[in-house]
């Protein structure tokens, strides 16, 4: 069984900046990509970036320059540095992780954190 956390979230005022982690836990032999996505009522879940197992990242348009994604494999862990935030950026942040355990690959999502950016 694997599970992923989410924490950091909050409520910001524009321009500010949050930073978000993801720890991953359980039975682990390895995780390959770790991403952040991002829902809003009513809207469908959206990628907000992506990050290989190497460190190869890959970003949304509208959070590039302002958004930084990062990875400690030692610690399973992926984080989102948001940075310049904005009142459209509100929404549920959730992580996503496809991790290969002893029994099979599977791709895992987090319970979500809210983050909430007044204007």
């Known amino acids: 069984q694997v599970q992923l956390v989410e924490s950091g979230g909050g409520l910001v005022q524009a321009g500010g900046s949050l930073r978000l982690s993801c720890a991953a836990s359980?039975?682990?032999?390895?995780?390959?990509?770790m991403a952040w996505y991002r829902q809003v009522p009513g809207k469908q879940r959206e990628v907000v970036a992506g990050?290989?197992?190497?460190?190869?990242?890959n970003y949304a348009d509208f959070v590039k320059g302002r958004f930084t994604i990062s990875r400690d494999n030692a610690k399973n862990t992926v984080y989102l540095q948001m940075n310049s935030l904005k009142p459209e950026d509100t929404a549920v942040y959730y992580c996503?992780?496809?991790?290969?355990?002893?029994?099979?690959?599977?791709?895992?999502w987090g319970q979500g954190t809210q983050v909430t950016v007044s204007s």
């Open positions: 359980g039975s682990i032999f390895r995780i390959n990509a």
């Open positions: 996503n992780a496809d991790v290969v355990s002893i029994t099979a690959p599977r791709n895992y």
């Open positions: 990050i290989t197992s190497g460190g190869s990242t």
